[in-house]
């Protein structure tokens, strides 16, 4: 299993930045991509994009793209969600996720609070 522990989120205002990190521990060797979500109050998890651990390559959904990145660190077995031009509707829980290359994501972060202020 993999252990995920989450930092940076936090209140900005909009147009504001924003980066969150994913630290993982564990059988890090079984990471196949990472995943971020977000949950706003009273709605469900929605995928916001992942990154393929090997390879680095990225997938942004359309409600964040050129806004988000997503990137990774090996070295520190980190991975980041850099937020940009922030808008409140980014207001969400926002999560980091895990899963092996024949899996679902299935080890999950804490969750860590981002609030956009208009």
């Known amino acids: 299993q993999v252990q995920l522990v989450e930092s940076g989120g936090g209140l900005v205002q909009a147009g504001g930045s924003l980066r969150l990190s994913c630290a993982a521990s564990?059988?890090?060797?079984?990471?196949?991509?990472m995943g971020w979500f977000r949950q706003a109050a009273g709605k469900e998890r929605e995928f916001v994009g992942d990154?393929?651990?090997?390879?680095?390559?990225?997938y942004l959904s359309d409600s964040v793209k050129g806004r988000f990145t997503i990137s990774r660190d090996n070295a520190k077995n980190t991975g980041y969600l850099q937020m940009n031009s922030l808008k409140p509707e980014d207001t969400a829980v926002y999560y980091c996720?895990?899963?092996?290359?024949?899996?679902?994501?299935?080890?999950w972060g804490q969750g860590t609070q981002v609030t956009v202020s208009s």
């Open positions: 996720s895990t899963r092996r290359q024949s899996g679902t994501y299935n080890s």
């Open positions: 564990g059988r890090t060797f079984s990471m196949y991509s």
């Open positions: 990154i393929r651990w090997s390879t680095g390559r990225t």
